[in-house]
C-alpha cells in the first residue's frame, strides 16, 4: 500500500486504519491529561473565602455585590473619621481655626460702611436723575450721576470722610472734585467754581470743598447745579440710595 502522507489525507477521509487508532488514541490522552493538569490547579474547597468573613454569599461561593458596597462605604466612614481627627488635631495647634462656620476671625475686623451725607445744605431738588437720558453732549448718554439744583457760590461739602483724589477743570462739567474713600468707594463733585481743596488732601465728612459756579452752554438748560456722582468699585452707581435721610 502506497503511504499516505500529509494532511489532505485526513480531511478525504482516506486514512489508513492504523493511524485512525493512533490519531484516536493520541486524543484520548491529550483530553486525560488535560482533566488531570485541570483538576490539579483548581482551588481546594479550605480556601475558598467564608460566608460569614466576607458576607452573605451565593450557592456559588462568590460574594454579593452588596457586600462589596457595604465594604466600600464602611472604608469611606473610616477615612472621615480619619480627617475629622486630623481637622481636629489642626485646630487645637491654631486657636484661629476653633472658630465656628460663618464666624469672622477676631483679628481680622469688618470693614465698615460708609455713611454719606448730602453735598448741599438741606435737600436740594434732583434736576436730573441716575441714568436719565443727557443730551448734553450730543450723543444721548446716560447720566452718570444726579444734578442737584443749587445757586452760584453755595458751598459744596465732602459728603464723607476722605482723600482728595483728583481735581480737574472739566470741558463740560467745570471744576471737579473726586474724593476717595477707601473700599472702592468713590465721590465726584462737578461744577464748581472754584476747588477749595488739593490732591492728596484729607478731608473730613461736611469740610468745604468749592462752591457752586455758572453751569457751561452745553447744560444751561440744567440751571446751576451740583452734578454729584459715586462710584462703587470704578462702576456709577445711583447716590441717592447712600445719601443719609
Do not use: C, N
Not at 492728596?200 to 468745604?208: D, F, M
Amino acid at each position: 500500500m502506497k503511504p499516505v502522507r500529509g494532511w489532505p489525507a485526513l480531511w478525504r477521509g482516506d486514512l489508513p486504519p492504523e493511524r485512525r487508532m493512533a490519531l484516536a488514541a493520541a486524543a484520548v490522552l491529550f483530553l486525560l491529561i488535560g482533566g488531570m493538569a485541570w483538576y490539579q490547579m483548581r482551588p481546594a474547597p479550605d480556601a475558598w473565602p467564608a460566608p460569614d468573613a466576607v458576607g452573605s454569599a451565593d450557592p456559588a461561593g462568590f460574594p454579593e455585590v452588596t457586600d462589596s458596597v457595604d465594604a466600600a462605604a464602611a472604608g469611606s466612614r473610616s477615612g472621615s473619621a480619619l480627617r475629622a481627627g486630623t481637622g481636629a488635631a489642626s485646630a487645637a495647634g491654631d486657636p484661629r481655626l476653633t472658630a465656628g462656620a460663618g464666624e469672622a476671625v477676631a483679628d481680622e475686623p469688618a470693614e465698615e460702611a460708609v455713611a454719606f451725607s448730602w453735598p448741599l445744605s438741606g435737600r436740594p431738588r434732583v434736576v436730573m436723575a441716575f441714568g436719565a437720558v443727557d443730551g448734553s453732549l450730543g450723543d444721548y448718554r446716560l447720566s452718570d450721576g444726579v444734578a442737584l439744583e443749587a445757586t452760584p457760590g453755595q458751598p459744596v461739602t465732602a459728603a464723607a470722610a476722605g482723600t482728595v483724589a483728583l481735581v480737574e477743570e472739566h470741558p463740560v462739567d467745570g471744576i471737579t472734585v473726586v474724593l476717595d474713600h477707601g473700599g472702592g468707594k468713590r465721590s465726584r463733585y462737578a461744577g464748581l467754581a472754584e476747588a477749595a481743596v488739593t490732591e492728596g488732601q484729607a478731608v473730613a465728612s461736611g469740610e468745604r470743598l468749592g462752591r457752586i459756579g455758572l453751569p457751561s452752554p452745553l447744560r444751561s438748560d440744567l440751571g446751576p447745579h451740583l452734578l454729584f456722582g459715586l462710584m462703587v468699585d470704578e462702576e456709577p452707581v445711583d447716590p441717592l440710595p447712600y445719601l443719609e435721610e
